[in-house]
């Protein structure tokens, strides 16, 4: 059976993308961000995961207004990275994952969920800069990713508790597959931001708190927002928490946070970082 064995909540600002390529990592502005994922990219190390499932939201360069689906996954065998990122130098591939990509999506089927299935997918920031992170130097092609993409851009979206029940539904699929894989999940984007609009640069910093609490000991508390709620406690973009919640749903033993630092702001953003053990 193949098993998840963690989960990461990460940022995905494309600035960060820039200060990895500039080498910024050690400066005043982005030393305390890049330190927290020393212990994170150890323990990446140490256990070695084969796959990851990657929660993250298009922001429009591959699913732009006129189409968009509610949930995507991809089963490709290699993602290319369509992002503008800021001025960011070409980036290899993304190593896709076939099999259990197709035994999710068929169990994600067979439980009343309905994913856009991409056998062809260009991907953005939100999925690449996080490997990046977990990958220094871009070296991320040796982990086989399956791409999760949720609507976090134009409504309507897919409410928190959807999304959560989504997370425990791939979950479940992970679990039920033949292989002796282990699989690590990750959530990308958040925490509190707001791009732009009368509220461009708010961040409630108290509420990412109580979000990092609350994803460890009851995350079905948190399933209880609404959307709407969400943009108003968090900012507009602040729904990004929404992949937290798809990732926190795929662990479905006891979980363990092994580290959390929330940096604010980096750019635009409230940066989270979660790193759970499912024990
Ligand atoms: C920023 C944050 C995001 O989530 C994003 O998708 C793009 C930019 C930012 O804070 O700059
Ligand atoms: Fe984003």
């Known amino acids: 059976m193949a098993k998840i064995i963690g989960g990461i909540g990460t940022s995905h600002i494309p600035a960060i993308g820039i200060a990895m390529d500039k080498g910024l990592e050690g400066t005043p502005y982005w030393k305390d961000f890049f330190s927290g994922y020393v212990p994170v990219r150890k323990w990446l190390h140490s256990e070695n995961p084969e796959i990851a499932i990657v929660f993250y939201n298009d922001h ?14 991809g089963a490709a065998p290699q993602y290319h990275n369509a992002d503008e990122g800021w001025g960011i130098k070409p980036i290899p591939p993304v190593t896709g994952e076939t099999e259990l990509s197709w035994h999710i999506i068929n169990e994600l089927v067979e439980h009343d969920f309905d994913p856009l299935v991409c056998q062809e997918m260009n991907v953005d920031h939100g999925l690449t800069v996080p490997l990046s992170l977990m990958y220094p130097g871009h070296n991320y092609q040796q982990i086989k990713v399956i791409p999760v993409c ?103 033993g006891e979980v363990c946070e092994q580290f959390r630092s929330l940096v604010a702001p980096i750019s635009n953003t409230a940066a989270g970082l979660q790193l759970l053990v499912n024990r």
């Open 60 to 73: 429009g360069l591959e699913m732009f207004l006129d189409k968009k689906p509610t949930f995507a996954i």
């Open 150 to 252: 949720i609507n976090c851009e134009r409504h309507p979206m897919p409410k928190p508790s959807r999304c959560y029940a989504l997370g425990q539904a791939i979950g479940r699929a992970v679990a039920s597959f033949g292989g002796d894989q282990k699989v690590v999940v990750l959530g990308t984007g958040g925490l509190s931001h707001q791009l732009d609009g009368e509220r461009a640069g708010f961040l409630n910093t108290e509420f990412d708190y109580e979000c990092l609490d609350k994803i460890v000991t009851d995350p079905e508390a948190l399933t209880r927002y609404s959307n709407e709620d969400l943009v108003e406690i968090a900012g507009a973009q602040g729904v990004e928490l929404n992949m937290w919640l798809a990732m926190r749903g795929c662990l479905l």
